[in-house]
């Protein structure tokens, strides 16, 4: 069992930056590839990024891109999110995601624990 709990959400103008931290409980942690999914409101859950379980591969959705930076401490059990030059259409509810699959490329089908979420709000 993994336990998830997102932290470091809140309200940033458009431009702005925040960093989501995911702590994972259990011992397990690098065992598994960790990744991040985000819902606006009205909206689909949707793939942010992804980092493999020992951190060598990540990947990120298009729109994220450039902005984004997924990154993994093993020693912490922490995965995290930076993101930069943040649009008001990043606006939704992040996820926190652990899946058992090991690589970058797992898929929403593939989750095994899902975090409760944290709200990142972009004003314009």
């Known amino acids: 069992q993994v336990q998830l709990v997102e932290s470091g959400g809140g309200l940033v103008q458009a431009g702005g930056s925040l960093r989501l931290s995911c702590a994972a409980s259990?011992?397990?942690?690098?065992?598994?590839?960790m990744g991040w999914f985000r819902q606006a409101p009205g909206k689909e859950r949707e793939f942010v990024a992804a980092?493999?379980?020992?951190?060598?591969?990540?990947r990120y959705a298009d729109s994220v891109k450039g902005r984004f930076t997924i990154s993994r401490d093993n020693a912490k059990t922490t995965v995290y999110l930076q993101m930069n030059s943040l649009k008001p259409e990043d606006t939704a509810v992040y996820y926190c995601?652990?899946?058992?699959?090991?690589?970058?490329?797992?898929?929403?089908?593939?989750?095994?624990?899902w975090g409760k979420g944290t709200l990142v709000t972009v004003s314009s």
């Open positions: 980092i493999s379980r020992t951190g060598g591969s990540t």
């Open positions: 995601a652990a899946s058992s699959s090991g690589s970058a490329y797992f898929y929403i089908n593939d989750i095994d624990y």
């Open positions: 259990g011992r397990t942690f690098s065992s598994y590839s």
